[in-house]
């Protein structure tokens, strides 16, 4: 492999991490997408990893109203790992909702001034 080439495999896998987030260092990051308008149902990978707890949309940070887990930092039974793929309706600026196939619900509420996730889970 000449250099450039190396140098360029290395360029688009940086780049690859940038446009993916979080999802090795902490994950909750994975789903985010642009925050849509209020009452607009956009698809949405919500990160289960660590359990579900935490969601960002757009720059906003959400906590879920009723965090889940199995008790050990996992996802409860019926969730996959690390993400559940779904769809996220922004109710209002301060309220959001992630629903699934499988029938999962999860109500979400703004942390206003988050900068960042609560915790990063590996």
Partial sequence: MTKRVGQAVVAVALTAGVLTGCATA?????????????????????????????????????????PLSDGS???PE???????????????AREAVFT????????????PGARSFKRLCA
């Avoid at 289960?48 to 757009?58: F, L, N, Q, S």
């Avoid at 019926?78 to 209002?92: A, D, E």
């Fill in 26 to 66: 902490g994950g909750p990051d994975v789903g985010a997408v642009q925050s849509p308008p209020p009452g607009r149902t956009v698809p949405y990978d919500l990160y289960t990893h660590c359990g579900i707890d935490e969601a960002r949309i757009g720059s906003t940070y959400f906590e879920a109203e009723v």
């Fill in 100 to 111: 699934d196939d499988a029938g999962h619900e999860v109500h979400f509420r703004a942390r």
């Fill in 78 to 92: 019926g969730w996959h790992n690390p993400t559940q793929r779904g769809t996220m309706t922004l109710k209002s």
């Fill in 73 to 75: 930092g996992n996802p």
